[in-house]
């Protein structure tokens, strides 16, 4: 049986492309030009990842959601927005799109195509911290989107933007753009022992949003009324 392929799929591959690219790229130019300075060098990759992502949502949230981010479909299908086979085909391409923008990225920076970081970030405590960034993203996207939709973008943009300097780990909230950046050994990159807690904090970071959210919901509902 022949899978179809929507606009929204495509969207998701373009849109997650496009955000790996510049976390990736916006690393590498940064480190370039930083001389050796990684706080400059994390405020030009942290400016240009907020912009993007305000870029990306306002282009395409009308037509997939502008998830990006398999953890966000993931909440999705847990409220019954996406169904099973749309949140799989969802995370194929976000997964798809992020792995090859790293082979882009480095084919125009002048990289060595197939790379494997050694940026050792840590265990334990990024876990927590992939906690706090994930149910942060989370929580902004689910409550400005019942509360202000038009503002979805620039509350995600912003909340990133800050979650790169109030968080050890520099908010990577999303597994598609984590594991990506497991095959660079540029400045954003990630050595695969650090990835299993990234992943597992952002897992359960969605997952503590997605309750909150629906306890939250129910208790202001019923306050209402």
């Not at 994390?42 to 998830?67: C, E, Q, Y």
């Not at 996406?82 to 002048?110: E, P, R």
């Not at 912003?158 to 540029?186: E, K, Q």
């Amino acid at each position: 049986m022949m899978v179809k392929i929507n606009n929204s799929d495509i969207v998701e591959f373009i849109g997650t492309f496009f955000l790996t690219a510049v976390v990736i790229g916006s690393g590498i130019m940064a480190e370039n030009l930083s001389q050796g300075n990684n706080a400059v060098a994390l405020l030009g990759n942290t400016i240009a990842t907020g912009a993007i992502l305000f870029v990306l949502i306002k282009s395409f949230s009308s037509i997939s959601g502008a998830h990006f981010n398999p953890v966000v479909s993931l909440v999705f299908l847990i409220k019954k927005e996406l169904t099973l086979s749309t949140f799989l085909k969802y995370m194929i391409f976000q997964f798809f799109g992020a792995l090859l923008s790293v082979l882009v990225v480095h084919y125009y920076f002048d990289q060595q195509l197939f790379q494997m970081s050694t940026n050792f970030r840590g265990e334990e405590k990024l876990l927590i911290s992939e906690i706090v960034a994930t149910f942060g993203l989370m929580t902004t996207i689910l409550f400005v989107r019942k509360y202000n939709a038009k503002d979805v973008a620039t509350a995600v943009a912003l909340f990133i933007t800050a979650g790169y300097w109030f968080t050890s780990s520099t908010s990577f909230a999303n597994p598609a753009v984590t594991i990506a950046r497991m095959f660079t050994d540029t400045f954003t990159g990630i050595d695969p022992s650090s990835v299993v807690y990234f992943i597992i904090g952002q897992i359960i970071g969605a997952l503590l949003a997605s309750y909150s959210y629906k306890k939250l919901s129910i208790e202001i509902f019923d306050k209402s009324h």
